[in-house]
Structure formats: C-alpha cells, structure tokens
C-alpha cells in the first residue's frame, strides 16, 4: 500500500499535467472503485481548471475552480500514469507524431483493463488512474464542506505540516495504552504513517516498537520527554528522505519502469531480518515479529 511519501511523489508526478489546466473531458469506465462514483461525478469535473493538487495524509486533493476538491486514493494497488497528447478511448485525438497511446510514462499500468478513470487536460495530456484491486477511489465535495466530510475528520495533524511537534504528539500519546508503534499507526495521533516507515522512524530514533505510547509524555503533565521529540526528528527526517528519493525517481521512471513505488534502497531496518544493524558501532542483527498483525522489524540491541 502506497505511503505519504509515495502520494507525495504522485502529486508532484501529476502536478505539471494537472495543475493550471482544464479537465476538457473525464471518463469513469466503471460505476465504481472501492465505492460507487457519485451521479454527478463526470459533470462536476467536465469544464473545470485544477487550481491546485494539494495532498492530505494519504489523500490527493485537486482544487477546480468551481469550489469542487477531487479527493482521490490509491487504495492498494492505484497509480496513475500521464500520456502525451490526448487519448479518448485508445485513438489518439491530438498531439505530435509518437505519441501514441503505447508510450506510457508508467509501463506498470499497461494492462488497460485495469484503466478506470481518465481526465482529458488542456495541458495536453491524458491522466489515466489504473487499478487492478480497486480498493481505490475517488470523491467530489464541496470545499465549504470539507470540515464535515467523514473521510477525512478522523485525520490527525499532518506528519510534516507546522502544528505537528513533540508537544502535539506527547499529548496524544499521554493515555494510550497501546505499544509505541500502535500508536504512530493510529492515523488520529499522527496522518498518513504506515507500517514501513513507522518501523524506519522508530529504528532512528532508538525505541522499542513495544515501548508504552504513553512513555512519550510525562506523567500528569503530559509534557513532551526526550523520546517525543526524538520520534518527531525522525519521522520529519524519515519522511523528507523518502520525498526526495521519490522526485529523483519521477524523472528516472519515466526513462526506465516508470513504476511509483516504494524507495527501497532508503529502508535502513525494514525488510532486512537477519541483517546486521546499520547503526553505527551497534553491531545488533535486525529481527522481525509480527506485532497487531504487522510484520515489525527492529534492533533489539539498539532500539530501547
Ligand atoms: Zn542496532
């Protein structure tokens, strides 16, 4: 399943195809993904300029100039892909010779059976939402209702966004009863952090994945401890790591595979069991356990 960092690096993928352009046409080939497309779907979308594609925890949110958000998600198994030129239905409408539609930026996505929603831009191009196991989806509300929508009112603070500190998560943490890593999972303490880089941010910051949640605060003050603000260093870090290795990707992808994945190379702890830890002068051999039905891996030497 896609983490922040890899809807990150999606919405800068299709932010030069998106933003500032009109949707000139916007197909959805099914009724539904994970849920039904709403009535008005294709006619709220049609005509409309994206102002912005803006992201929320593990949500793309494109702004249109009506006073629409687009809320989209990939689910398990979505991705998009942009083509050049514009395609309606596999014939190529416009653009310059060679592109066809076979030239996709993601190669991963050429099964065009799994192609479900495709937005026409002015830009030129043609952004096409694949998804084998539609668990993904989409849905249009009314900026003015955003507050209210229950897709995204359970969210906590944005993992890298201004509010989001040591005293923020301390106090989220002060009367949990759950492990450390139950709690960074819990996407009301903290939006948008999975299983991978919760074990990566954990493994940084030197703490058990077993430790108490609550250890984080003080007792009765619940003031931050040193362990909070180590665990909000690490995840900033973490996180700002994988960005970035995900835009070298974008540009690299659309050379080679083209797939937006996960950036495996900048997992220091996760999938390595057996491995020794890469924490200098640790010298500890990384362990997996299964922990709320999760695959956790850790540093028993090292990780406290
Ligand atoms: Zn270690």
């Not at 059976?113 to 002015?122: G, Y």
């Not at 994945?261 to 924490?279: A, I, K, L, N, P």
């Amino acid at each position: 399943m896609p983490e922040l960092p890899e809807v990150e690096t999606v919405r800068r993928g299709l932010q030069p195809a998106m933003e500032g352009s009109k949707i000139l046409k916007a197909e959805a080939r099914r009724k539904d993904l994970r849920f039904p497309f709403q009535k008005d779907f294709i006619a709220r979308l049609e005509g409309q300029v994206v102002t912005g594609l803006g992201r929320r925890a593990k949500y793309l949110m494109a702004d249109l100039a009506s006073g629409d958000v687009l809320l989209m998600h990939l689910g398990m198994s979505g991705s998009f892909r942009v083509l050049e030129g514009q395609v309606l239905e596999g014939k190529v409408l416009e653009g310059k010779a060679g592109d066809t539609p076979g030239q996709f930026h993601h190669p991963r996505s050429e099964d065009r059976a799994h192609d479900h929603v495709v937005f026409h831009m002015s830009s030129g191009a043609a952004v096409v939402f694949n998804d084998p196991r539609r668990f993904g989806y989409m849905k249009i509300i009314a900026r003015n209702a955003l507050e209210d929508e229950p897709l995204l009112s359970g969210l906590g603070p944005e993992p890298l966004g201004n509010e989001f500190d040591a005293a923020m998560l301390a106090k989220a943490c002060a009367n949990k009863k759950t492990s450390l890593k139950a709690a960074l999972l819990d996407q009301r303490v903290v939006a948008g952090l999975g299983n991978i880089y919760v074990c990566e941010v954990l493994f940084r910051a030197h703490l058990s994945p077993r430790r108490l949640a609550a250890t984080l605060a003080v007792k009765k003050t619940a003031e931050p401890t040193d362990h909070a603000k180590c665990v909000v260093s690490a995840i900033h870090t973490v996180l700002n790591q994988a960005i970035k290795a995900g835009g070298s990707s974008i540009s690299d992808h659309r050379l080679t595979s083209g797939e937006l994945g996960y950036f495996q190379h900048s997992f220091r702890v996760y999938d390595r069991e057996g491995e020794t830890c890469q924490t200098a002068g640790c010298g500890g051999i990384v362990r997996r356990f299964v922990q709320n039905g999760r695959s956790t891996f850790w540093c028993p030497k090292c990780q406290k």
